[in-house]
């Protein structure tokens, strides 16, 4: 359902990797300055996040919410009166005028007291009505939705169904009435973060059927006759995030409250050309958020935990491996930082949609490996819960409830294979439908004297690397393209397909890294740390992009003699015992 860029509107307005990615070689203007946040617009959101952390320092025990599964009474309540539901709205609607990267700040730190209280933030200002409501054009749908975001109302997006969300069509259906004054909606949506809770939701639901379907959005009241919360979705993470699922039977919406596609095209409607990119902010926002809250809050408990260690009466930080594990975690949230500042900071809605869509997966990977290696850091005590921690008298940190919300950054707005697929799918669109490479940026400039001058001999080395590596894909994805003129036929080959997307997510955080170390002195972090930071994730990527070239090799080149798959899973899901496989 997602809108897919276009070669025609989606050129980027700021200097974007894009250019690197269709061209394979990397634009030197690129690298003139990393995105650095405005002093004012810095305090403003530093304002506004010490005042969310007063709240939840007064209002809320993390491990209890976990522990019951619901936030505290009155809670809601408190976060609508403060404007915390309206993060980036006008202040004539009540909004507290967050720019993007401080709304991207505020989720984070309130992730880092408590996931599902972050996230519940991130629906309001990334898919919830009054995120939408600056993508809704003038008229009677926008005067209402104005009039509800002004009263403070709490919202959701019910995308995702009983079958899925990978269909082109949901299956949720509109009916117009005869008179033509509503629409009538039947179907079931599941998953639905802040679903439980919401006052108006925005729905998607097809019109029709067959080749003159349409794409409806409907904006609905949650106390619609025939409107129904039916379960509230718990899952191993996330524990008190309002999220369940919703039934729609016969409910009746007016004609002015839903917005309609285009006949045969399963994108947002046409009148609102920033919905997909505000979706798509708003994902980053539930997902990333969170993935930077936990990576630091992990790395913090790392060091508590080593300095109270010792082994054989050594210090436990004075072991190498010890040493190397703290390292890599701290290089894992510099890259992470980075990322993030890229994607967001000086970039206005539209702009930097590649970046955009690849953060998702390089953010909770990332995330998920400085967790797992903080559980591993930390043995019995990372798996132990802090009720028993607390029971023995040990320090409570929250290892464990890290790890179970990580793994649930992988599943949340879709797996991440999935995405991987979809956003390659998106870059190689872009290239199908721009016709011819965009012309080479010129080099003979070559890049910044003091950024250049800034970077250590690895990390110039690592540069060299990420600019063939870059070549290589670009002709990669060029060769594709040229070899299957049928797009459709190039994204039947999915396994290819999701490894050009996890090397497209690398390749990004390896040059935003190496970008961002140029330029520490801008941000404050020092020239000489920022550079062994830069050299321990570039040392490390390098790992990942080598083995994921080789398994792109080995997949694109398979023959009659590659393992057949195909016929053990098939013989498998048609119904053989295992031991019929496997053996005894």
């Given at each position: 359902m997602a809108s897919l860029p276009s070669a025609e509107i989606q050129e980027a307005v700021v200097p974007s990797l894009l250019t690197a990615f269709a061209t394979g070689v990397l634009d030197p203007g690129v690298f003139q300055r990393f995105p650095e946040q405005d002093e004012s617009d810095r305090k403003a959101g530093s304002a506004r996040i010490e005042e969310l952390d007063r709240l939840l320092t007064e209002r809320l025990d993390a491990e209890e919410v976990d522990r019951r599964g619901v936030f505290p009474e009155g809670f809601l309540e408190e976060l609508r009166a403060r404007?915390?539901?309206?993060?980036?709205?006008?202040?004539?609607?009540?909004?507290?005028?967050?720019?993007?990267?401080?709304?991207?700040?505020?989720?984070?730190?309130?992730?880092?007291?408590?996931?599902?209280?972050?996230?519940?933030?991130?629906?309001?200002?990334?898919?919830?009505?009054?995120?939408?409501?600056?993508?809704?054009?003038?008229?009677?749908?926008r005067d209402h939705v104005r009039q509800r975001v002004a009263e403070g109302v709490t919202s959701a997006f019910a995308v995702t169904e009983p079958s899925g969300r990978n269909n082109v069509w949901p299956e949720t259906t509109a009916s117009l009435s005869a008179n033509g004054t509503h629409y009538v909606l039947h179907g079931q949506k599941l998953f639905t973060g802040g679903g439980p809770v919401a006052e108006l939701v925005a729905v998607s639901a097809a019109l029709g059927e067959g080749a003159r379907r349409r794409l409806c959005v409907c904006f609905v009241a949650a106390d619609s006759e025939g409107y129904a919360v039916t379960a509230s979705s718990e899952f191993t993470g996330s524990k008190g995030l309002p999220n369940g699922a919703l039934s729609l039977d016969g409910v009746r919406v007016p004609a002015e409250l839903v917005l309609v596609g285009e006949e045969g095209d399963p994108r947002f409607p046409a009148a609102t050309p920033l919905m997909g990119p505000t979706a798509l902010l708003g994902q980053l926002y539930f997902n990333s958020g969170p993935a930077v809250a936990l990576a630091k809050n992990c790395v913090e408990w790392t060091r508590q935990f080593v300095a109270r260690r010792a082994v054989n009466g050594r210090p436990l930080g004075s072991y190498e491996q010890i040493q190397r594990l703290v390292a890599q975690s701290l290089s894992e949230v510099y890259a992470l930082e980075s990322v993030v500042r890229w994607s967001l900071i000086g970039s206005k809605l539209a702009d930097r949609w590649l970046e955009r869509t690849l953060i998702k997966n390089i953010s909770v990977r990332t995330a998920w490996r400085v967790v797992d290696r903080t559980v591993s850091l930390l043995g019995g005590e990372g798996i132990e819960t802090v009720r028993s921690k607390t029971l023995r008298g040990a320090a409570p940190l929250p290892v464990e409830r890290a790890f179970r919300d990580a793994r649930g950054l992988r599943v949340a707005g879709n797996v991440d294979f999935q995405l991987d697929f979809t956003g390659m799918c998106q870059l190689l669109s872009w290239l199908y439908d721009a016709g011819r490479p965009p012309a080479e940026p010129l080099r003979a400039a070559g890049y910044p004297a003091a950024w250049t001058a800034a970077l250590s001999p690895a990390n110039a080395a690592h540069l060299r690397t990420a600019e063939r590596h870059l070549k290589r894909f670009n002709e990669t994805c060029r060769e594709l393209v040229h070899t299957h003129p049928d797009r459709a036929e190039l994204f039947a080959r999915q396994r290819v397909v999701v490894l050009l997307g996890r090397l497209a997510g690398e390749l990004f955080a390896v040059l935003t890294v190496l970008a961002r170390s140029g330029s520490s002195a801008a941000d404050g972090t020092s020239t000489e740390t920022a550079q062994t930071l830069a050299e321990l994730y570039c040392a490390d990527a390098d790992h990942r992009i080598a083995g994921l070239w080789r398994r792109y090799v080995a997949v694109s080149q398979e023959g009659r003699s590659a393992p057949d798959f195909a016929a053990l899973s098939g013989r498998w899901l048609a119904g053989a015992a295992l031991m019929e496989l496997t053996g005894p």
């Open positions: 404007g915390f539901l309206r993060l980036q709205n006008e202040g004539d609607v009540g909004g507290l005028e967050l720019s993007v990267y401080n709304t991207f700040r505020l989720v984070e730190q309130a992730c880092r007291t408590s996931v599902p209280v972050g996230q519940f933030l991130s629906v309001q200002a990334g898919v919830g009505v009054a995120a939408l409501l600056p993508t809704l054009p003038p008229g009677p749908l």
